[in-house]
């Protein structure tokens, strides 16, 4: 076993070195890109998508054991486009070197930034997006010029095969590849001594991630998770507030980096919260775990992960509120948001990011409490704050920290084409989306150029004589 175990990990190295070392032989020979081959090859990937829309969204329910089309389109394949769309628009002003300032100092000069492609990106997905989050990075990954190798989530080998021939129908090995398998691979692939990787995924993993990256000395842009906070404010209007947040709680069951993790509600509020949240769950789910728009949980693994931790509660006497009757489906690993009031901060689900539908209500006495509760913990990858009061959004936006934050909605800020994403801390490092991809996977150079005057010889020895004089006068204007 063991002699097996050491050939497939030396085979798994073998092939990925091998096609390392051959986008980077490519890149080396073509190393910028023009504006026409990067748009071409956005168009041709928007062309594609497109036309498999339909099978990945057979793909995905098949993976999930059901999931809703219209979840796909509006979570994975319609942010794609909307990016490739954004970024053509933008693009060749993008790649425009910028000018900035010499200053007196080293007039006459030119200083100029050129935005040049890192070289080989390599990009991990998780496998609650797998379209989004392989495409997403992508698209800003060949927008700056660069090469991809893409590590798929092996919980989702349906979707990977159209992802596959997707990909391969459009560009060969040495521009972008797909490598799939299981963690060993993963393991090998983070191991690689790329130009940037990007890794979606869970706090824990990325400490492995982080580790091996640095062994290379790779830079890494981490998009983690958290647990992040929907916080009610007493002003708020109890209907509206589930308004707002039950879809970004419901979409893909839950199983969203930046879905309401917990919820703190007024004390005096609760029972309505639960109340309406119900309510308003059976009028967008009326069969329960049985309707044809509810996601089922990944796989059982995750699904029998979930179960524990409400089973951990019960033990715990913790008020558990099913969203629905029709609660949970075993056979089919379905699960309706549960929602547990004021549970133990010892409880796993407390401690852990939940990443499915389960709901802690949280309550608390003043505002003050609420925002102390939440800088208690570690920075949260999305916060979201329900309330009409100008003064408390001020407050929350210039001195909470989080990846990002939505006021009166959730989840909708990743959508936001002109705006980064990334978290910060635990939640993950670094951003892309939009420019902020653009910049993230391009390496901005700065170019000073000069003519045939040449003034740096004032600023050379000896330092005597007229040059002493000279520099004391320059010491003299530019140190005030």
Known sequence: MTVATASRESQHIFTLQHIFNHQRSEFSAQPMPDYASRVTALKQLKTALLKNKEALCEALAQDFGHRSHQDTLISDILPCVMQINYTLKRLKKWMRPSRRHAGLLLMPAK????????????????WNFPVMLSLGPLI????????????????????NKILSSLLASLFEDAQVAVIEGEADVAATFTRLPFDHLLFTGSTAV?????????????????????????????????????????????LNAGQICVAPDYVLVP?????????????????????????????????????DRLNLWLEEARHQDV????????A????????????????????????????????????????????????????????????????????????????????NDTIFHVAAD????????????????????????????????????????????????????LQKAMMTFFLR
């Open 111 to 126: 200083v100029e930034v050129i935005y040049q492609p890192l070289g080989v990106v390599g990009i991990v997905v998780p």
């Open 140 to 159: 800003s990954v060949l927008a700056a010029g660069n090469r991809a190798m893409i590590k798929l989530s092996e919980f989702t080998p349906a979707t």
């Open 206 to 250: 990325g400490h492995h991630v982080m580790r091996a990256a640095a062994e290379n000395l790779t830079p890494v842009t981490l998009e983690l998770g958290g647990k992040s906070p929907t916080l009610i404010a007493p002003d708020a209007d109890i209907a509206h507030a589930v308004e707002r947040m039950i879809f970004g709680k419901c």
């Open 267 to 303: 004390e005096d509020k609760a029972q309505e919260f639960i109340s309406e949240f119900k309510q308003q769950f059976v009028a967008m789910y009326p069969q329960g775990v049985h309707s044809r728009d509810f996601t089922s949980i990944v796989n059982q693994r995750q699904f």
């Open 319 to 326: 008020v558990i509120e099913p969203a629905h009757p029709e």
């Open 328 to 407: 949970l489906d075993d056979k089919a690993h379905r699960m309706v948001p549960h929602l547990l009031l004021n549970p133990d901060e010892n409880l796993t689900l407390m401690q852990q990011e939940i990443f499915g539908p389960l709901l802690p209500v949280i309550t608390y006495r003043t505002i003050e409490e609420a925002l102390s509760y939440i800088q208690q913990r570690p920075r949260p990858l999305a916060l979201y704050l329900m309330t009409h009061d100008a003064a408390l959004q001020t407050q929350v936006k210039n001195n909470m920290h989080a990846g990002g934050m939505a006021m």
């Open 418 to 469: 002109d705006a980064p994403f990334g978290g910060i801390g635990p939640s993950g490092m670094g951003h892309y989306h939009g420019k902020e991809g653009f910049l993230t996977f391009s390496k901005a150079k700065t170019v000073l150029t000069r003519g045939k005057i040449n003034t740096a010889k004032l600023v050379m020895p000896p330092y005597t004589g007229w040059k002493a004089m």
